[in-house]
């Protein structure tokens, strides 16, 4: 920057870019802020989701072992139904 003589002044020059470092700060700190809410969002959002994977988790055990229980029934039955085939013949 100069003045009316043409004469940079070296002190608006610092002046001018301590002012462009603090509107530089100023949005990163904003943006920062913006991520930290984004960032809380998805923490209780994975939060809330937790218990309802544990439950999922414990429904899908339970039906594998009823899927287990039934095979072994179905197994049982053909098992007598030969029985009862080889008998009726």
């Known amino acids: ?7 940079v002044n ?5 002046d001018s870019s ?8 100023e949005e990163k700190s904003n943006q920062l802020t913006e991520v930290d809410v984004k960032l ?3 923490l209780k959002e ?16 339970e ?3 009823n899927c287990a229980h039934l095979e072994n029934c179905l197994n049982e039955a053909r098992a007598e139904a ?3 085939l080889c ?3």
């Open 1 to 7: 920057m100069s003045d009316s003589s043409g004469i």
């Open 10 to 14: 070296p002190s608006s020059h610092l």
């Open 18 to 25: 301590l002012v462009e470092l603090q509107n530089i700060i």
């Open 40 to 42: 809380e969002a998805a």
């Open 46 to 61: 994975v939060a809330k989701l937790d218990p309802q994977m544990e439950m999922n988790r414990k429904l899908l055990k």
């Open 63 to 65: 039906s594998q072992i």
């Open 82 to 84: 030969r029985t009862h």
């Open 87 to 89: 008998a009726a013949n």
